[in-house]
């Protein structure tokens, strides 16, 4: 087993890679500057696992405490690098804050990987570099769009500046993980999506709204070309991608990966229009969910859902848990979570 990094190891994803990656016996060391988690996550991972990561609170755009990080820390064989800002409308209106997060706080870790005697580097990607696609499923190979938004922009930045690093330097090894869309919440009811303020995603404004603490949900338009007029999307179970990054983490750690540079869709290869979300809620939960068909939302694409050949046959993982073990998952999360204020 191995020492590794774990950057925003208190996020939403993160949380969840950290405990699956003590439950297969790697030694983690989280860095995570709390601007859009809390320690309570750290004592949820540890309440899970048994073990307490090792934590360390830094701000990843300051070059000098990275650099001092691997300085103490130059036994890490790799890092997964959940760390950035990620509110797709944010990043609309404050795009410098965006690049000097996103793309800042990866050069300065891609330099110190540069100087360890090797490194496996796992890239928080998103489908969201793909827009629109053309054809569906989406492949691996299906072509990257002008991003919708700065933060998305970042996310392709990021994977060209990790391409490009890796052609010259031959210690450094990296996969990018292009997530679809992360729902759910770990059986244990111990750590889960909390997202600050007013939701923007579907599954976390719903559950909230079947709990009360929203009003109603607004659905952004039923005049799509879909079936049910919706938008598609592939909801992944937050711990089968968990699972992912660890799969995909000993993949380069045991040098089977066929290139210095490799990326993976992770999904679960089905659609699922947002009126089916809500079925699945209202079919778990047993609540009545209150919501309204409003005007469509800007930027959103029709239909996104993720070919999982490759993902299958190259890292030998495919997904186990079914939107409606994703729904009742959350729900479960969030009535913990009021059951504590
Ligand atoms: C899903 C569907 C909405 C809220 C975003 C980012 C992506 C990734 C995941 C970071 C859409 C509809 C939503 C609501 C609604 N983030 N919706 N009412 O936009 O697919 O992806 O989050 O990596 O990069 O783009 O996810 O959950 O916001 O929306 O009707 O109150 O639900 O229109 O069709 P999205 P989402």
């Keep these: ?97 965006y690049y000097e997060n996103n793309i800042g706080a990866l050069v300065y870790l891609l330099k110190e990987l540069t100087k360890l005697p090797e490194a496996a580097f796992i890239f928080s990607s998103s489908c969201t570099v793909y827009g629109q696609a053309d054809e569906l499923p989406i492949t691996e190979n299906a072509p990257v769009k002008k991003a919708e938004s700065p933060y998305g922009n970042t996310k392709q930045i990021g994977e060209e500046i990790i391409q490009d690093t890796c052609k010259v330097a031959d210690n450094l090894k990296a996969i990018a993980l292009r997530y679809f869309n992360p729902v759910g919440a770990h059986p244990s009811c111990k750590i889960g999506e909390l997202p600050i303020g007013v939701p923007q995603n579907l599954v976390p404004f719903i559950t909230q709204t079947g709990m009360g603490i929203r009003e109603q949900l607004s659905v952004f338009g039923d005049d799509y070309p879909t079936p049910d007029g919706t938008c598609i999307r592939d ?49 778990v939960s047993g609540e009545k969910l209150n919501y309204k068909i409003v005007g469509r939302r800007e930027g959103d694409v029709i239909a996104a859902y993720a070919d999982t050949k490759k993902a299958n046959d190259e890292l030998g993982w495919k997904t186990e848990l079914t939107l409606d073990d994703a729904m009742l998952s959350a729900w479960k999360w969030e009535q913990s979570v009021r059951s504590k204020e």
Excluded: C
């Design 235 to 283: 909801y992944i179970h937050v711990v089968d991608l968990a699972k992912a990054h660890v799969v995909a983490l000993e993949r380069l750690l045991e040098h089977k990966n066929k290139a210095s540079y490799e990326t993976f869709n992770l999904g679960t290869g089905k659609g699922s229009s947002v009126l089916e979300v809500i079925e699945a809620f209202e079919r």
């Design 1 to 97: 087993m191995a020492k590794i990094l774990v950057t925003g190891g208190l996020g939403f994803i993160g949380s969840h890679t950290v405990v699956e990656l003590q439950n297969v016996g790697h030694e983690v060391v989280i860095i995570d500057d709390l601007s859009n988690s809390s320690m309570n996550v750290l004592d949820g991972i540890t309440a899970i696992t048994g073990i307490k990561p090792v934590f360390e609170k830094i701000d990843l755009k300051e070059k000098s405490l990275v650099e001092d990080f691997f300085k103490r820390h130059n036994d890490v064989k790799g890092v997964i690098h959940f760390a950035a800002s990620k509110a797709v409308g944010e990043s609309v209106h404050k795009p410098l804050l």
